[in-house]
């Protein structure tokens, strides 16, 4: 059983940044691949970034790539996404997510286990 805990979330101008961390509960964190979606007023819930258990592999949509990056530190069971460059378009809730299988980023409803969001307000 992992439990994830979002923060870091805010109200921010256009070409700022802020940085977004999960606590993740749970003796086997190191062994579970991490990622964040993310879900705009009135729009599905669409993947953001995900790091593998290992840190051997890294994937972005192609909206945050070079302004967003995903790092994990697993000692201290956490995750994190530096967001750099927002633009309103980036206004969403952000979900922290585990799974077991890399591949289930690429599929949100099969992620098995979520946060319950923080909130990204990014205004001109």
């Known amino acids: 059983q992992v439990h994830l805990l979002e923060s870091g979330g805010g109200l921010v101008q256009a070409g700022g940044s802020l940085r977004l961390s999960c606590a993740a509960s749970?003796?086997?964190?190191?062994?579970?691949?991490m990622g964040w979606f993310r879900q705009a007023p009135g729009q599905e819930r669409t993947f953001v970034a995900a790091v593998s258990w290992s840190l051997a592999a890294t994937n972005y949509a192609d909206s945050v790539r070079g302004r967003f990056t995903i790092s994990r530190d697993n000692a201290n069971n956490s995750v994190y996404l530096q967001m750099n460059n927002l633009k309103p378009d980036d206004t969403a809730v952000y979900y922290c997510a585990a799974d077991q299988n890399y591949s289930d980023f690429f599929r949100p409803a099969g992620i098995n286990y979520w946060g319950k969001g923080t909130l990204v307000t990014v205004s001109s």
């Open positions: 749970g003796r086997t964190f190191s062994t579970y691949h």
